[in-house]
């Protein structure tokens, strides 16, 4: 039977997590936001804590701000919220630096701390910047590790070997939302005594995620997509405990020293994960992902999960029956426990489509050569609203509308 409206409505009716719409900020024109792969929701309360920070803390404290704030605290504040969404235990998780500070500082320390082996093992569905970053201790490490970047999975999967020191990979393709069996590859690592990285970006917030569970070594990821940090908010990185005393950290600053503001000469770092925090947090992005995490702390991930499969299913659905007969062909996996963050797919005129949507007022994004996305944010979306949204899209499709000279200049 096809689906209608009034079947996303009833969907949305029965919802558990529908009351958390009202805790980020509604946009004031109906556009329907499937970016949170790329940029997660305001939460409603960021004005205001941005206001009482700036008047009450900033203005009125200043420098006593440390002592009578919690802005040192946030770090493992925030890490600590958001721990359960990636099975991480409590006191694991720093909130810190950007992906890219944290992938370089946690895939760094991860090199000397392997058993053995000499090369990274990755694939080119890894983030850009993760393979830059691997690329870079090749050139810059007094030790270099060789790095291996597969082109397909299949690839990868024959690649274990003993010569093989980390496995190192995005757990969804940021394209496809394909997802990697986490479980999978950290036993076969450990196998041959070999570690992994991951990192979560396209998964936290999302979809499910055991890291102990699936006995992992290392990951990290973005806070400002699924997990809704705000623009350049800070990343997250996690450290299995049985690495957490390995070594010192891969920069050592004073807020991963034992004792900050004993301003010792000698570097001690501090037990835990928390040595990995370098300098000074971004107190103010900090600010308003505490927001965030305090939603995060209130949601129970067994629901976020169901309701992320629900739109998911629901999406895909959706852009067959409505959009299949138009050019629509779905990348993502149908297998939900293969699926990240986002539905990816694909149609010949891509990018002026996209551009065709963004006018509509729906807003996912493009990646070349012809693939769209549309990112799955389970606290503020409505099932309704990916009716809405694919409804748009047929329209557009239907009436040709995207092949207006206007659409034809695609960003990013
Ligand atoms: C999987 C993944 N990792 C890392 C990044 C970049 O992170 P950052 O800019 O915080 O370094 C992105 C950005 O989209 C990403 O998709």
Known sequence: MAIDRTHCQQLDAQDPLSGFKARFQPPQKHTIFLDANSMGAMPAAVPDRLASFCTDEWVELRRQGWNHTEWLDRPRQIGDAIAHLMGAGQGNVVVCDNTTVNLYKILTYAWQSRKSGSTILTEDGNFPTD??????????????????????????????????AIVYLSHADYRSGECWNMADINHRAHAIDALTVWDLSHSTGAIPVDLTGDDADFAVGCGYKYLSAGPGGSAYLWVNPRHAENGWPTICGWMGHQDVFAFATEYEPLSGAGRHATGTPAVIANEIFSCAAQIWQEVDEKHLWAKHKALGDLTMELLEQECGSLGVTINTPREYKQRGGHIGFSHPGAGPVSEALLAAGVVGSFRRPNSLRFGLGPLYLSYEDIWEAVSRLRKILESGDWQDAKYQTVSV
């Open 131 to 164: 393979l830059y970053v691997a690329q870079g201790l090749n050139h810059n490490h007094p030790d270099p590790p060789e790095i291996k970047v597969c082109a397909s999975r299949d690839e990868l999967m024959d690649s274990f070997n003993t010569d093989t």
